[in-house]
């Protein structure tokens, strides 16, 4: 019952929309100054204003806005009318200021120095002032004081006390996790987190944020928009999305201007479940209704307002429970009130309006209030209702004559079917040329574009026909291959044509189109005659000379007429093509053709005739002889100094051909003028026999020093080592003799005995050397030695000269006898280079004593004399070999 009251009631409010609209604007208008508590009647969408500052107490405002000290949720306060369902109502309070510092005052200093120190990043959470001062707002507190942790004790949010469309960033709203009323509708709200929502909470929103909402349990009203904040049809399409399973006892959806609102995208649970409003703020002009002739009786429809399941709105519904409100409006704003069932009567095809009365100049239909939107769903618990404000044009109008339209030829042949133009008086008419196949429109007679009037009018399109498309005649081969220029014919469509095979040499027609004759259309046609070749005259191919000497058999090409033939140049071996005939490719025709292919003899490959020996070394750089293959040529061998030819090559002489050709002649070396070589002294005179060196001229020789005992190599000559060649050569080695090994003679006893010091003679190998016995007091020579005189040798020499004591003399007498009268003489030196007496002599003078020496003194004497002569011999012996290996190297 209560429901049902209510019901009524939201009708009656709705119903004098016009009369209170006025009101609720400058009630609206009176609340941005006075601080109210505004009750949201959904049915009329009315908000009364109350001052209620004074009279909230303070448990009211704890249960709205949270207690700032307990950290419980408060609990929530619904009327019992809005839990009825009847009527919409939030309070929103503000905070009482001696409630609010009395509570401030309670608080501890250690709970105000966290508060103190969390506030301080309240920036980093909640950037925005506008914020920051509406959430202090609702939480009773002081910006400073607000920490996150508060933020669940928010219960409702308000910023209307901002200036309309404010750019709120509302970043930090995501901690607010016990919300009972939103109001954003006011504001441009941007990064727009997850707002979690109460219970049975209250919310003014505006799309954008309404995608973010998160509701814990169903809701007491959602307002999409707002009074002071209508929405755009464009801001509003597709927003039943974000109400999908959400469940709410009142929607309300606030358009400026909108007629199709199936473009809301509402799901049938947003009718079923709640009470859906749906304001528009603007008029919203239809489409004319015309009245005709002066009837009362009109039925107007229209498919510009759609509801939310898309069905039409102005229609008749089967379970609809309240009347449209229409009313007839003049020019002077006089009103027709009109009734339904009386004035006009809903149909399926549209609103049957009964005895329009005259001169009305425009119908308003408002607040349109059916149960239902569609004939095809049940009753539901729910509503719906549009508070909606149509105006609908009313044009009078007089039926006018008829326009007729005719298409005809030239001769007034009618070429298709007449038009008849229907309208009214005044109304504009537009005629269409037709498209009439085969013809062309020359002329109109009457207007194209004309008035209806009360007088039948005539248009008359004129037509002729049109150049038709071309037949194009093709000559063509069983290929499709083109052997004419195609013939065009050209006429007027449905007039007839007629074509002709041409003659075209070397080719016969042989299949004759079907279409050879027909009739123009305006479609491109095509006749084709199709030709095969004839066969055409031979086509020789002649091989010959520039004499014109055929050097090959001729070649035999047979064809089509037209067809192209190809001709090759045979190899002949030893020509080439020396001119290519200008035909040697070209068309098959009906008379002979000959092909000339002119050769020149082709220059044969090298002869290269080259000169080597055995081995196939080179002597000298080969011959190359060139010429024409098949001509002969002849090879010579070269003179080369030192060699002769062995072997003959059996292609001295032969003839050029395609391939290279070597001829090789083979050489030996000639026998080379001999190598003499001396052996002599500084003077030049020869020491040893001369070596002959014999070989091969080219080849290298090498001589050798001889080894000629007392001689040793003083200068090598220069070509010791060389080559031999065909002029004589001589090698001298030039030698100087050796030191001689010493010569030593002693004055012995025949015991043995040394007497006197030895005598060393030196000189040169092969010098002679003479000695001489000395003269010792005492004694005298008993043997003279054989070789007392010789020839210095590399070997060392004794010569021992034997005494005996002479005893005819008194002891220290000198007895002069036997002693040779050389022994008074002083040897003379020689260098070894004299042949006379060369000895080198060291003569020992030795006093002369009247008596012999003592035994033991001579013993001494002689031993020290022999341990000399070993010593010297050792010592020339080592001379002589190094002098030896010397001259061997």
Do not use: C
């Amino acid at each position: 019952m209560k429901r049902k009251f209510w019901g009524y009631l939201s009708l009656a409010i709705l119903l004098s929309q016009p009369v209170l609209a006025p009101l609720a604007q400058v009630m609206a208008e009176e609340q941005e100054t006075i601080p109210s508590n505004k009750e949201i009647t959904t049915l009329g969408t009315l908000e009364k204003v109350e001052e209620t500052t004074e009279t909230v107490d303070s448990s009211r405002i704890e249960e709205i806005n949270g207690d700032t000290t307990s950290n419980s949720e408060s609990q929530e306060v619904v009327n019992d009318d809005e839990k009825s369902g009847s009527t919409e109502s939030t309070e929103k309070n503000l905070p009482d200021s001696s409630e609010d510092t009395a509570s401030s005052a309670t608080e501890s200093s250690a709970e105000m120095k966290e508060a103190s120190n969390r506030s301080v990043s309240l920036d980093a959470w909640m950037p925005d002032k506008n914020l920051q001062n509406e959430v202090a707002r609702g939480l009773n507190k002081t910006v400073d004081t607000i920490t996150q942790e508060d933020m669940v004790n928010l219960k409702q949010l308000d910023f209307s006390s901002l200036a309309k469309d404010t750019v709120v960033d509302i970043t930090g709203l995501e901690y607010a996790s016990n919300l009972q009323a939103l109001y954003t509708t006011s504001i441009i709200a941007t990064n727009v987190p997850k707002i979690t929502m109460a219970e049975n909470a209250t919310l003014f929103t505006r799309p954008n944020v309404l995608a973010h909402i998160l509701p814990k349990g169903s809701f007491s009203n959602i307002h999409i928009g707002n009074y002071d904040a209508y929405l755009t049809a464009q801001e509003l399409i597709g927003v039943g999305q974000y109400l999908s399973g959400w469940v709410t006892d009142y929607l309300t959806v606030y358009a400026s201007s909108m007629t199709d609102f199936s473009k809301l995208e509402l799901s049938p649970e947003h009718h079923q479940n709640s009470q859906l409003s749906i304001m528009t703020q603007e008029k919203i002009l239809l489409e004319p209704m015309l009245v005709k002739d002066g009837q009362s009786d009109v039925v107007y429809k229209d498919r510009m307002m759609v509801d939310t399941q898309g069905n039409a709105l102005l229609s008749s519904l089967s379970n609809k429970k309240y009347s449209y409100s229409i009313r007839g409006i003049d020019k002077n704003g006089y009103i027709f009130p009109l009734y339904e069932n009386d004035g006009f009567e809903l149909t399926e095809e549209g609103i049957q309006f009964k005895n329009i009365p005259a001169n009305v100049d425009y119908l308003s239909i408002t607040s349109l209030v059916p149960n239902r939107l569609s004939t095809e769903r049940a009753a539901s618990t729910g509503t719906i209702q549009y508070l909606v404000n149509y105006q609908v044009p009313v044009k009078y109008v007089t039926t006018a004559e008829d326009v007729t339209v005719k298409y005809l030829d030239e001769n007034g042949q009618t070429l298709a079917p007449n038009v008849t133009l229907s309208g009214y008086v005044g109304d504009p008419f537009t005629t269409e040329e037709k498209d009439i196949s085969g013809y062309t429109l020359k002329k109109i007679q009457g207007d194209r574009i004309g008035t209806f009037s009360d007088v039948a009018q005539e248009v008359v399109y004129v037509y002729e026909r049109s150049d038709a498309a071309p037949v194009t005649v093709r000559y063509e081969d069983t290929e499709g291959n083109q052997q004419s220029a195609p013939t065009i014919l050209n006429g007027k469509v449905g007039l007839p044509y007629a074509s002709e095979a041409k003659a075209i040499p070397g080719w016969y027609v042989s299949q004759m189109p079907t279409n050879a004759n027909g009739t123009y259309s305006e479609t491109a046609q095509e006749v084709v005659y199709v030709y095969e070749r004839s066969d055409a005259a031979p086509v020789t191919v002649k091989y010959e000379d520039k004499e014109g000497n055929q050097l090959s058999a001729p070649t035999i090409l047979n064809g089509k007429v037209g067809f192209p033939y190809e001709s090759e140049a045979k190899a002949i071996p030893g020509w080439y093509v020396s001119q290519t005939p200008t035909n040697a490719n070209g068309t098959y025709s009906e008379t002979a053709q000959e092909v000339v292919y002119v050769y020149e003899r082709s220059d044969a490959a090298p002869v290269t005739v080259r000169y080597e020996d055995k081995e196939g070394n080179q002597l000298s750089a080969p011959t190359v002889l060139s010429g024409k293959i098949g001509l002969p040529y002849t090879s010579k061998a070269k003179a080369i100094p030192g060699w002769y030819v062995s072997q003959m090559p059996t292609n001295a002489n032969g003839t050029y051909s395609e391939n290279a050709q070597e001829v090789i002649y083979v050489y030996e070396r000639s026998d080379a003028a001999p190598v003499t070589v001396k052996y002599e002294d500084t003077e030049g005179n020869q020491l040893s026999a001369p070596t002959v060196l014999s070989g091969k001229i080219g080849l290298p020789y090498t001589s050798k020093a001889k080894t000629i005992p007392g001689w040793y190599v003083s200068q090598m000559p220069t070509n010791a080592n060389g080559t031999y060649s065909e002029n004589a050569q001589e090698v001298t080695y030039v030698y100087e003799r050796s030191d001689a090994a010493l010569v030593i003679v002693r004055y012995e006893d025949m015991e043995g005995n040394q007497l006197a010091e030895p005598t060393i003679l030196n000189g040169k190998v092969g010098l002679s050397y003479e000695s001489n016995a000395k003269e010792i007091s005492g004694w005298r020579v008993s043997k003279t030695p054989k070789n007392a005189k010789g020839t210095f040798s590399d070997a060392v020499q004794e010569v021992i000269y034997v005494y005996s004591a002479d005893k005819e003399n008194e002891p220290g007498e000198d007895s002069g006898k036997d002693t040779p009268e050389s022994e008074n003489k002083t040897p003379k030196e020689e260098n070894g280079n004299s042949s006379g007496n060369n000895s080198k002599q060291t003569n020992t003078q030795t006093k002369s004593k009247n008596k012999l020496p003592a035994t033991g003194e001579q013993l001494t004497g002689q031993r020290i004399m022999g341990f000399l002569g070993v010593i010297t011999v050792l010592f020339s012996f080592v001379v002589i070999l190094r002098r030896k290996r010397k001259t061997e190297n």
